[in-house]
């Protein structure tokens, strides 16, 4: 069964959402609201795909995928629906509305479509009350999160009368096409993530007033010192608005029989309108460039604090177990509140494993896709140990529960186990090489945010003269960290070589970084990159050198070295140049200084893509690279493509273009004196511009023939030149220290 167009009923937050992620797949959707009573009957199904263009972040991945989208409403285009293949319904979270939808959907439908509930907790059973065995039948819920164009879960709840087929179909279509990590739950009240995140949620908030702790605190405990992200738990809940985490809770509460019931101090700040960030104020309220945070016992706020924990600096960089394990054996309140959090999270989870999920996996997929934890509840548990794990209950006052269900959550295959393991084919403290079988070797970087530096280089060069030697199929250039395929390359070695004066040997890494991106493409065999996430700098050059590019549809990649004064100078400069410059040579009346005013732009303003659709646009990414909506299947897809690419494969011949020389440098020496008189350019800006320039028009003089090589060089000189300024060195400490680019 194909699913080939899809309809959304509710174009609320998430079902516009829900369109929009559809459509950047490219996927055709029917978006239907309620009629309006403005003058425009679509106008609540406009108003939200509009909503969905201009959110931020971009619930699109591509604008032009908008067009993909048609808007309805459910009083007169219920026809639209016909030959969708899956309608989603996500329109407001009760019971009895829902029914009644479902009873005008049954007869417009074709009798092969598939009809889902987007229900963040609601029972099946409740709302298929009524319906006939054949929809009952063609009936799966599927709970995606919100923004669901970015957090990877969809829970997909089957009930006894699903067709198997249904749910096989949807399962294939969410994780292949959307890109889902897909997680099949019990029809329990809130699943698996909402229930057992929520909560988890609640419990934190109980326990500060138990153990004296203010919300700043416990957000500094509940956040990357347990693995979870940084906006923890009270800032999540202000993302996420206060009148939704009630809603859920009680709907859990009602539900389930169990309390979930929010704090008094909590329901006051809803009755009062404070939500969180949609009404200005909840937990936090921004305050000019400050933040404040409320103390819940006077309602008041003062200016937030961020409590240190000198115990947990050194394992800030740490796997998530050990700093949980670090949280744990915190002296005093804070290591007590942490204990009680874990103690009764983990035992929650073991108590209701059974009720809300079919397998131990599940649930650690699902808090680790839906809520963004680095590690699941089980796979923290087993770390832990049962003699911990029993002792943490002891002293929280809770029996201990049957803890069996740890021995069926084994460690995923990951490239961390496989090296733990000591699996890895080689390695150093920078960088790893994997089999992935088949005669397909994977290079792994594995640095902080994967910077790239000489040990990353030359395990590069190992891995390419291993394949060449074993006559191998060839290489990928990919792993699995969670933000960043490479953050570029790694500046605080440059700097330190600066600050030591080994300019000889500096020349010499620049060139070696040259080398080894061309390597890439001179090697006899494909050479594939698989970037995600953050592609920048130097980790962008190394994508752009491959053969292929196999991208996750994620893909935020830019060369922006001119943010730390520098231009791109691990070939990247050169790449464009050459790229855009043979991309206009079918055209023979087209203005050659289109290619170089073109790739002057993309690096001058350090233009960074906002998506692989993006990439694409800005010329990043060519017409035969791949995209991947799914980050799971990344690497597997990485290497069919070194496999189609293997037979009779032949590297690609070196390259040479017609450089413009004076005129262009001309060109774009006007322009940076017009930005800097506009005050748009620093005096420093001008300065790494007009080096920019005189690398992409070939240097001074006539137009001539020049090689890859020859605009090398003039790369590799305009970076040492900058490297070498007083300013440059500024930016590039600044950029170190705080994570944030200078203007100077």
Known sequence: MALRKLGVIGAGTMGAGIAALAASAGVPVVLLDIPGDDGSRNGPAERGLQRALQARPAAFMDADRAELVTTGNLGDDLGKLRDCDWVIEAIVEQARPKQELYARLEPVLKDTAIVSSNTSGIPMKVLLKGRSEDFRRRFVGAHFFNPPRYLHLLELIPTPDTDPQVLETVRRFGEGVLGKGVVVARDAPGFIANRLGVYGMLQALRLMKKHGLTIDEVDALTGPALGRPNSATFRTADLTGLDVLQMVSQGLGQATGEDFGLPGWVEALVAQGKLGEKSGAGFYKKEGKGILTLEYETGEYRPQEKPKFPELKPLRDASAGQRIAGALALPGK??????????????????????????????????????????????????????????????????????????????????????????????????????????????????????????????????????????????????????????????????????????????????????????????????????????????????????????????????????????????????????????????????????????????????????????????????????????????????????????????????????????????????????????QASEHDARIGLELARVLSGGEGAPRKVTEGEVLGLEREAFLTLLGTPKTQERIMHTLKTGKPLRN
């Open 334 to 679: 804070h290591g007590a509140f942490v204990r009680d959090l874990l103690a009764h999270t983990f035992h929650y989870t073991l108590t209701h494993l059974g009720e809300i999920a079919y397998d131990a996996l599940s649930v650690d997929r699902a808090l680790r896709w839906g809520f963004g934890w680095e590690q699941g509840p089980l796979e923290t548990m087993r770390e832990l140990g049962e003699e911990r794990l029993r002792g943490l209950f002891a002293d929280a006052g809770l029996d201990a529960p049957d803890l069996s269900a740890l021995q069926d959550a084994p460690e995923a295959d990951t490239l961390e186990s496989r090296r733990r393991a000591g699996k890895a084919l080689a390695g150093n403290p920078d960088a790893s090489l994997h089999d992935l079988g088949d005669g397909v070797l994977l290079l792994e970087f594995h640095t902080k945010l994967n910077t790239i530096g000489q040990q990353t280089l030359e395990l590069l060069q190992q891995a390419l003269a291993r394949v060449e030697r074993e006559h191998m199929a060839g290489l990928v250039v990919g792993n699995e960290a969670s933000r960043a395929f490479s953050a570029g390359a790694n500046l605080s070695e440059a700097l330190g070589a600066v600050q030591a004066g080994g300019w000889p040997a500096l020349e010499k890494a620049v060139e070696a970084f040259q080398d080894a991106t061309m390597s890439l493409r001179r090697a006899p065999f494909p050479v594939v990159a698989a970037p995600f996430g953050m592609t920048l700098g130097g980790g962008a050059e190394m994508a752009l050198h491959a053969d292929r590019v196999v991208a996750h549809a994620e893909l935020y990649l830019g060369l922006v070295e001119t943010g730390v004064g520098l231009i791109p100078g691990g070939g990247g400069t050169k790449e464009l140049l050459f790229r855009f410059t043979k991309d206009l040579e079918p055209y023979g009346e087209a203005d050659p200084f289109e290619a170089v005013k073109r790739a002057f732009g993309l690096i001058a303003l350090a233009q960074t893509s906002t998506s692989a659709l993006d990439a694409r646009k800005m010329g990043f990414l060519r017409s035969g690279d791949r995209i991947v909506m799914n980050r799971d299947l990344l690497l597997d897809a990485a290497k069919r493509q070194v496999l189609a690419l293997a037979p009779g494969y032949t590297p690609s011949v070196p390259m040479t273009i017609r450089a413009l020389g004076s005129a262009a440098l001309g060109n774009l020496r006007y322009a940076l004196w017009q930005f800097q008189e506009a005050g």
